[in-house]
């Protein structure tokens, strides 16, 4: 049976992140709380609704809705959803539609955050899976993990 992870994104194109062309896995949920995040959206495990002020036009649409659907009703995109489950296999798979790319760069997939290692099931399913088809691994981590 496949592990299930909180998500905000896969971002694809990655170079950034390590060698060569690679994937970056966003998992939600870190234990550390820093003042200067870069992904102060990944910091809650839980899928949240985010609120961009400067987008709301003010229409109402999203008055009478409950908060699980108002980034689904929102036009403008001032609600967002940010947070998904997704299986270690549904996820490695996606991650494999890239292994080209990997392959003529030396890149590869980054799990990155919050902290990936507060899904340790998770991220280790899915580098098992990725590891069977040589693909470069990087764990950007804190390491305040037990």
């Not at 549904?90 to 760069?105: G, H, N, P, R």
């Not at 919050?114 to 899915?126: R, W």
Request: glycine letters at 10%.
């Amino acid at each position: 049976m496949s592990s299930i992870g909180t998500l905000t994104e896969i971002q694809r194109f990655c170079t950034g992140d390590g060698a060569g062309i690679r994937s970056t896995v966003f998992c939600k949920g870190c234990n550390l709380h820093c003042k200067w995040c870069h992904n102060p959206e990944t910091i809650s495990g839980n899928i949240q609704t985010l609120y961009y002020k400067n987008r709301c036009i003010g229409c109402g649409k999203c008055k009478n809705v409950p908060d699980a659907q108002k980034a689904e009703v929102c036009p403008t995109g001032a609600q967002k959803k940010c947070g998904y489950f997704i299986t270690a296999e549904s996820a490695a798979q996606i991650l494999l539609e890239d292994k080209v790319f990997y392959d003529s760069s030396g890149g590869g997939v980054t799990f990155s955050g919050g902290e990936p290692l507060l899904q340790t099931d998770f991220i280790a399913e899915i580098a098992s899976i990725l590891k069977k088809h040589n693909i470069s691994i990087i764990v950007d981590t804190a390491l305040c993990v037990d």
